[in-house]
């Protein structure tokens, strides 16, 4: 059964699940989805057990085929992509009448599917990585010192799956070997022990890979690597692997502007439809673990920002360098705010970065605070705000943050203070804070480097959303 681009593009459309839009969702909101299944009965819906602290976490069950399948998503709190991707295929599952009955007959009839959404509610809650006991859940397959990892694998000793996905969301500064392409889907066949063999367990996850790259090229062409394959006796994947299950890792990257990985969730609705279809038919068999191995490995030369051959100047010297920049997000309940640092200065050819520019012929220079005092953030438009940078002033001190932390947020180009004083950048310190402009010796600004953000003053930023707060 082979589907083509255009019937999964609109599969997609159709079942998307719309509630689903930002990636800092709550357990409350996949709580309320899994109850609404009850109703359909068409997906079993079991409460399986409870996070450390008392967050219920189910399992949905389709079909009742001898292959057992089992799928588990976000055991890393702050890694929701394929979780949004699980609900659009469960909406798929409970559809008909589209032309896809076909397709539900057959993964209905094959398989046994046992999806675990949401693994980590407490890491979600808080947008976090690790578990609300502090420990990395996928570090957890052989002590079982988490709640929520012990749940995992006592639900994989009962149901003894013969597949295995293992989905997450990595850093979005991999790139495809010697490439400035992000890697939008990192895939692996995780090895079972550190000689990295491969029997056949291992070789049907290799080959069930080979046949969602051959359709992710299709979407995205030369985005697409393999995760480090290095044996982890402590993680799930690996352990999964040993006990005879297939298992693929499905790591969701980056994507230049689909900050809320709405289109790479997309992908993983795709490639994850696709596999189960090819799993239910035995047709990944057709494929060769030679071509997994073709898939190159992620290399990691990727920032936000990298600014080639810009002038700097310091009080005794002046030099001619590369900057790379990255932005570190910090989440407040909902919504996050950025904080752009200078990641790497040097020789740095062989990095790429999400926007680029070659600098030559212009030098750094320092921004400027504004002397007058506002009353708040609301008070200056986006276009205000975006005036005032374009004169060089890149911070202006208000009188208050607002009512609370969150509201504190805003999206503006332009730096909100209420403490006495606001430093902008004036040297080019590694480590250090990402607030500067470029412009020639005349003192003619063409760029403001914003908090990490590169602006181009030249052109109308369009409504583009600047992550800050007010400090």
Request: charged fraction near 25%; charge should be neutral.
């Amino acid at each position: 059964m082979n589907l083509d681009t255009i019937t999964y593009n609109t599969i997609y459309s159709t079942y998307k699940e719309p509630s689903l839009q930002y990636r800092r969702f709550k357990h409350s909101d996949v709580d309320a989805l899994i109850q609404e299944r009850k109703d359909k009965a068409v997906l079993k819906v079991d409460p399986i057990g409870k996070s450390f602290e008392g967050r219920a976490i189910y399992e949905l069950t389709y079909g009742g085929g001898d292959k057992v399948v089992m799928l588990w998503s976000q055991m890393h709190g702050d890694e929701p992509t394929a979780t949004m991707a699980l609900f659009d295929l469960f909406n798929f599952l409970e559809g008909k009448d589209d032309g896809q009955d076909t397709v539900r007959e057959l993964l209905k009839s094959k398989l046994k599917l046992h999806f675990i959404p949401m693994l980590n509610p407490d890491g979600a809650e808080r947008f976090t990585r690790r578990t609300a006991q502090s420990i990395d859940m996928n570090r957890d397959a052989r002590a079982g010192q988490t709640v929520e990892g012990a749940l995992l694998k006592e639900r994989a000793k009962f149901l003894k799956p013969r597949y295995g996905f293992n989905l997450h969301d990595q850093n979005i500064y991999y790139n495809v070997p010697e490439t400035s392409n992000p890697v939008q889907i990192s895939l692996l066949a995780p090895a079972y022990n550190y000689e990295r063999e491969i029997n056949t367990v291992r070789g049907d996850a290799m080959k069930i890979i080979v046949g969602m790259n051959r359709l992710l090229q299709q979407y995205i062409p030369d985005a697409v690597a393999k995760y480090d394959d290095a044996h982890t006796p402590r993680g799930f994947g690996d352990n999964f692997q040993s006990w005879g299950a297939s298992t693929v890792l499905i790591e969701s990257g980056g994507r230049k502007g689909d900050t809320e990985k709405q289109e790479i969730r997309r992908l993983n609705f795709i490639i994850i439809l696709n596999a189960l279809i090819q799993i239910a038919e035995g047709s990944y068999g057709q494929y060769e673990v030679q071509d997994y191995e073709k898939i190159p490995f992620n290399a990691s030369q990727l920032h936000d920002v990298v600014i080639r051959n810009l002038a700097v100047k310091t009080d005794s010297t002046a030099y001619q360098t590369d900057i790379a920049i990255r932005r570190g997000e910090t989440t407040v309940d909902r919504d996050y705010f950025v904080r752009g640092r200078v990641e790497d200065i040097g020789d740095l050819q062989e990095s790429f970065g999400y926007d680029e520019i070659d600098a030559k012929g212009l030098q750094f220079i320092p921004a400027k605070v504004s002397s007058m005092v506002l009353d708040s953030a609301a008070v200056l438009s986006q276009k205000d705000a975006f005036d005032l940078l374009k004169k060089g002033i890149m911070a202006v001190p208000v009188k208050s943050i607002g009512g609370s932390r969150a509201s504190s947020l805003h999206s503006l180009p332009i730096h909100f203070f209420t403490q006495k004083q606001f430093f902008p950048t004036t040297s080019m310190d590694l480590g250090g804070t990402a607030n500067f402009y470029i412009g020639d010796k005349a003192g003619k600004l063409y760029y403001a480097v914003f908090n990490g953000y590169l602006i181009d003053l030249s052109k109308d930023i369009n409504g583009k959303l600047f992550k800050s707060r007010v400090h």
